[in-house]
């Protein structure tokens, strides 16, 4: 049996990621599907987009779960609701920024992650000192292009990733580069030739394959996250969310 590993968006706005996007994944070993969630923002660009994202991430998890699915991947770079969704799952559940941060923080002394826009970096540093590797990280840069412009200029965005990288590289003591949102999704090839290029050669790391292969991973070792550090929530009274049931 193939692993099957869903990607949750936590926006509602359609195609801005797809099943084409992430065909290249998919293996005879590896099923991926992927979904939205109906109700929260149109992007995250800010600790206010997150929040309002969680409840319905939230479902889709406790969903996925109930389907059969046997890891889930968080697609966004604030890892939005993160947490919660481990208190109420048992499969295994990664955020992206979580994962690549470590990976990258492995793979290198130093690392920089480049990101959308400056709304961003108070949240991106925060979560690095939150899973412990804000001493590796050697800057956070921005490129100045929202959520939902990314796809009107491919070639401006490549160009625009790729100086900060190499700024990142030569100034910054980087010696590996984090796409810091997931929408960067297929930029990685570009940036690191064009390091290369520069005899600047690093890993460059793209958060949504590297994560989507992480999450098969630990179905294939058999891990989760450990419950005595995210327990299942008591049962209580909510009002005003309608969640699935989840096991308890």
Same mark, same amino acid.
């Given at each position: 049996?193939?692993?099957?590993?869903?990607?949750?968006? =936590? *926006?509602?706005?359609?195609? $801005?990621?797809?099943?084409?996007?992430?065909?290249?994944?998919?293996?005879?070993?590896?099923?991926?599907?992927?979904?939205?969630?109906? &109700?929260?923002? @149109?992007? &995250?660009?800010?600790?206010? /987009?997150?929040? +309002?994202?969680?409840?319905?991430?939230?479902?889709?998890?406790?969903?996925?779960?109930?389907?059969?699915?046997?890891?889930?991947?968080? /697609?966004?770079?604030?890892?939005?609701?993160?947490? =919660?969704?481990?208190? $109420?799952?048992?499969?295994?559940?990664?955020? =992206?920024?979580?994962?690549?941060?470590?990976?990258?923080?492995?793979?290198?002394?130093? !690392?920089?992650?480049?990101?959308?826009?400056?709304?961003?970096?108070?949240?991106?540093?925060?979560?690095?000192?939150?899973?412990?590797?804000?001493?590796?990280?050697?800057?956070?840069?921005?490129?100045? *292009? =929202?959520?939902?412009? *990314? /796809?009107? /200029?491919?070639?401006?965005?490549? @160009?625009?990733?790729?100086?900060?990288?190499?700024?990142?590289?030569?100034?910054?003591? %980087?010696?590996?580069? #984090?796409?810091?949102?997931?929408? !960067?999704?297929?930029?990685?090839?570009?940036?690191?030739?064009?390091?290369? %290029?520069?005899?600047?050669? #690093?890993?460059?790391?793209?958060?949504?394959?590297?994560?989507? +292969?992480?999450? @098969? @991973?630990?179905?294939?070792?058999?891990?989760?996250?450990?419950?005595?550090?995210?327990?299942?929530?008591?049962?209580?009274?909510?009002?005003? !969310?309608?969640?699935?049931? !989840?096991?308890?």
């Amino acid at each position: 049996m193939p692993v099957h590993v869903r990607i949750i968006t =936590p *926006i509602v706005t359609e195609g $801005v990621r797809t099943l084409e996007d992430i065909e290249s994944l998919q293996s005879d070993d590896l099923r991926i599907s992927q979904t939205l969630i109906d &109700i929260g923002p @149109a992007s &995250i660009e800010s600790e206010f /987009d997150e929040a +309002l994202s969680v409840p319905g991430l939230l479902a889709r998890a406790i969903e996925a779960e109930q389907e059969g699915v046997d890891a889930l991947v968080i /697609d966004c770079m604030g890892d939005p609701g993160l947490k =919660p969704a481990r208190e $109420v799952l048992s499969i295994p559940i990664l955020g =992206p920024s979580e994962t690549c941060m470590h990976i990258a923080a492995m793979l290198a002394g130093r !690392f920089s992650l480049i990101t959308v826009l400056e709304s961003v970096r108070p949240m991106i540093s925060n979560l690095a000192k939150v899973y412990g590797v804000s001493e590796k990280m050697a800057s956070i840069r921005v490129v100045n *292009i =929202p959520v939902l412009e *990314i /796809d009107t /200029d491919p070639a401006h965005l490549n @160009a625009a990733l790729a100086n900060q990288a190499a700024e990142a590289v030569e100034h910054d003591g %980087a010696g590996a580069i #984090v796409l810091g949102c997931t929408g !960067f999704f297929g930029c990685a090839e570009f940036i690191a030739a064009d390091l290369t %290029a520069r005899g600047l050669s #690093v890993p460059v790391i793209d958060p949504i394959p590297t994560t989507v +292969l992480a999450a @098969a @991973a630990l179905v294939r070792a058999g891990l989760s996250h450990s419950k005595r550090t995210y327990p299942t929530p008591p049962r209580k009274p909510v009002k005003g !969310f309608s969640l699935p049931e !989840f096991r308890r």
